[in-house]
């Protein structure tokens, strides 16, 4: 399969589907409404949906249902992106080439931005109407799902370990740790998010959590290598920024080639969970290969 | 019937729940538990909680399901507040007589517990577990109507409303419309989710909302006032503070005693909603006497 086709197709699917649903500019409030859009619409590669998109093609097919709940991941993506980028948190100016929220729309609407982008994630996630055909018992799973992902426990406390850890001397188990809760979490939502919507098994939803953890832990250490590595011009934003704010991060501890090693160790892990899949899991093996291979 | 001895049982009730589920202040990450918690468990009156409860009580008298799917609100309640208090917004130093989050934990660690705890409410609302016996279809709408309430055209737009209106030139209609989102559609929320928990009819949840949205801006107007007639003692915070801000609030326009004159004629028309409704409600029309009441 041609996975650069699929995730085109895919993400102009979620993109037009956001684009169905988010208020126009001038709707009022309009700043905040610009001010979310702004972000949600920076060309975001959509990953945690199609992920959740092509969990839920591993177990039924091609389903309509699956892409409101999909795109309600990268809401919640997007929110917590502008509150990361806030000056009390990581304080950056550009995001995906742009300028980051608050540098736009001031901080106090940066955070407006991000708590609608939050609660609008639940908002979409919670409409009857727009899963007609889901059972609402699923559908609260779904969102046990997106809430468990992102919170205290999951991407927020993710981030909070971040903060505590910088300029401190953790070890590798705190860093993979840390990693699992900020953005393994999420990604683990997304996958199990499209099991469920999918009608998995309680088996298939093991294998599927097997794989989403394994994805999650080589897609944060090839962020890793990419901040070191990659260009300006491929990442949109300041490269190796993490050692300039003493960050620990894999380079730290394995260097470049043994983190790009334990990446691909992770990959081979998580397709090997999908081999009682049949060929509907291609795009999800496709994708465990093109976390370590992508350039931004 | 006693509507203090009414509320300070409920209100324990809110507590003790909140208190079982909330994580221990060792709980990794700790930081950010001791940090939810500290505005959690602050004081707060529970009125969101208490409402729901008590329209829910309306329909059906009492029930168990309703107090987690209560309690929800609170968690949103205490989130909008610690947002709405960092230097980038209001900028206040003291809440309910304590000092503000962010002046004990510092900006970053506020940001994250108000995230932390808006996700929480939704992580609650979605534990099929915690609300065994509900129709999972309603529990879809209870959440529904929390992100609805507390989103871009609820609480949050209702902030964004409030800032771009600082120092502005507005007119009644303007200040009642950002009251209608800001503090009203969670209210709102809170009483249909205890109609929807108790099983209302199309027809009672009509009603019921018609008294939410009365009451709702009859508190606001009461906080008006009390921001001018308290003392900081009663407030626990400073007092006055609408008018140093130049905000223009009811006692703008209508005086202090124009304004408690529209203050309570909301209230009868709150009660006046409930007249189908027999002495299940009563509850709820002391609760709406009891607004306009308070001193705090």
């Known amino acids: 399969m041609d996975i650069k086709h699929y995730l085109e197709q895919k993400r102009q699917d979620v993109d037009r589907f956001l684009e169905s649903i988010m208020p126009a500019e001038d709707a009022r409030p309009a700043t ?4 979310m859009r702004y972000s949600l619409f920076a060309g975001g590669k959509r990953v945690r949906p199609i992920l959740a998109i092509a969990a839920c093609e591993a177990i039924r097919g091609t389903s309509p249902l699956i ?11 997007t929110y917590s992106l502008i509150h990361d980028d806030l000056p009390a948190m990581d304080n ?11 540098k736009v729309f001031g901080e106090a609407m940066a955070i407006l931005a991000g708590d609608a982008l939050l609660t609008m994630a639940f908002d979409l996630a919670s409409r009857l109407e727009l899963v007609n055909g889901l059972d609402p018992r699923a559908q609260v799973q779904v969102i046990q799902e997106l809430a468990a992902g992102s919170g205290n426990v999951g991407m927020v406390g993710g981030q909070v370990a971040d903060i505590e850890a910088e300029g401190k001397d953790i070890d590798p ?10 953005t ?47 260009t300006r ?24 080639d043994g983190s790009r090693k334990l990446a691909e160790e992770r990959i081979a892990s998580a397709i090997a969970h999908l081999k009682d899949f049949d060929r509907k899991a291609d795009p999800l093996r496709e994708l465990a290969r093109y976390i370590t291979a992508r350039k931004n």
Chains 1, 2 share one sequence.
């Open 32 to 35: 905040l409404h610009k001010a």
């Open 67 to 77: 892409l409101p709940l999909a795109s309600t991941l990268e809401l919640i993506h």
């Open 92 to 102: 950056d100016d550009y995001r995906r080439g742009k300028l980051t929220n608050h």
């Open 173 to 182: 188990a705190t860093l993979e740790r840390m990693h699992r809760w900020k």
């Open 184 to 230: 393994g979490k999420l990604i683990r939502a997304s996958v199990r998010i499209g099991g469920i919507v999918g009608g998995a098994t309680d088996r298939q939803l093991d294998h599927l959590t097997a794989y989403a953890e394994d994805i999650g832990l080589a897609f944060q250490i090839a962020d890793d290598v990419l901040n070191i590595v990659g």
């Open 233 to 256: 011009e491929e990442l949109g934003k300041d490269a190796n920024t993490d050692a300039s704010r003493g960050k620990k991060t894999y380079p730290t501890f394995f260097g470049v």
